[in-house]
């Protein structure tokens, strides 16, 4: 049987033109180069190289074989190159997955900066809520908050999930919460759950505190959320990056700021501590830069 390698050096001496430049470029002693054309040549039982002192000239066999596997050569040098990356352009298709209102807390700005420094890059988003086997969707990325279970994937913590209470000028006329107990007896906006009540776990001046609230608006999405609070519905846990302009248009209002948000759940995080947002990889990692946050 044929060795490849041997082939492949064999179409880069014919190229070169001598021994001695393949030999500068591989980094391969020069009678190492010449004994394995020599190998390949016993393979083969024909000279593929008339040899002398001054020059190396391709026989007839020589000359029949490498137009024979010159192309060959090259297609499986094109294809090394692009799943390589030699000129280190990143290529391919990444699928990413996030919560449905990604993209109402993560600006698409920095997709865009990222892609026309990447041109052969290609994004599939995967938004939704529900848990689900990033393997079976084949999924590459994924941004998930709170507490993990432990894995084989690769995680990176990039930032912490901070959430505040905020609710409409208009809702806060009738009343305001003067304690973080008040807002059991208020109406709250939630994400979807089959419970009619939720728990929130704050962080306050005093430490870790539960308030069971009454869930009187619904959704599986922030900004719907958002809205809904804006339109004096109920008062919102959301996150700070999310409400900070309507905050500074006026159009809600901070309540007990001395409280944020410790954890969605009683099991999402531990005691004291701000739920940390992770980049999940699936598979092999190359660190290329650092995520923003």
Do not use: D, F
């Given at each position: 049987m044929l060795d490849n390698n041997q082939i492949a050096l064999f179409v880069q001496v014919v190229r070169a033109g001598s021994f001695a430049e393949v030999s500068r470029r591989s980094e391969i002693p020069p009678n190492t180069v010449s004994r394995r054309i020599a190998s390949l040549e016993d393979a083969l039982g024909a000279l593929l190289f008339q040899r002398s002192t001054r020059k190396l000239t391709l026989t007839t066999a020589g000359r029949a074989f490498y137009e024979n596997v010159a192309d060959s050569i090259e297609t499986l040098e094109r294809a090394g190159q692009a799943v390589l990356g030699k000129n280190d352009l990143i290529s391919g298709l990444v699928r990413v997955a996030g919560a449905v209102d990604f993209f109402d807390l993560f600006p698409?700005?920095?997709i865009g900066e990222f892609m026309r420094a990447n041109p052969k890059i290609q994004f599939d988003f995967v938004l939704g809520d529900a848990a689900i086997d990033l393997v079976a969707h084949g999924i590459d990325i994924a941004f998930r908050a709170g507490v993990l279970p432990d894995?084989?994937?690769?995680?990176?913590?990039?930032?912490d999930a901070i959430a505040v209470l905020v609710a409409s000028p208009e809702l806060l006329k009738h009343r305001s919460p003067k304690s973080i107990a008040d807002l059991k007896e208020m109406p709250c906006i939630v994400g979807l759950s089959k419970?009619?009540?939720s728990t929130w776990r704050m962080q306050g001046l005093s430490g870790t505190t539960e308030v069971t609230v009454r869930a009187s608006f619904k959704a599986n999405s922030t900004l719907a959320q958002l809205q809904a609070c804006i339109a004096g519905i109920g008062i919102a846990l959301l996150p700070s990056r999310l409400v900070r302009a309507p905050l500074n248009r006026g159009?809600?209002?901070?309540?007990l700021p001395e409280y944020l948000l410790c954890c969605a759940t009683k099991?999402?995080?531990?005691s004291g501590s701000r739920p940390p947002v992770h980049?999940?990889?699936?598979g092999e990692v190359r660190e290329r830069g650092e995520i923003r946050s």
């Open positions: 698409m700005t920095w894995s084989n994937y690769v995680i990176r913590k990039i930032g419970q009619t009540r159009e809600v209002i901070q309540v099991s999402s995080s531990r980049a999940i990889c699936i």
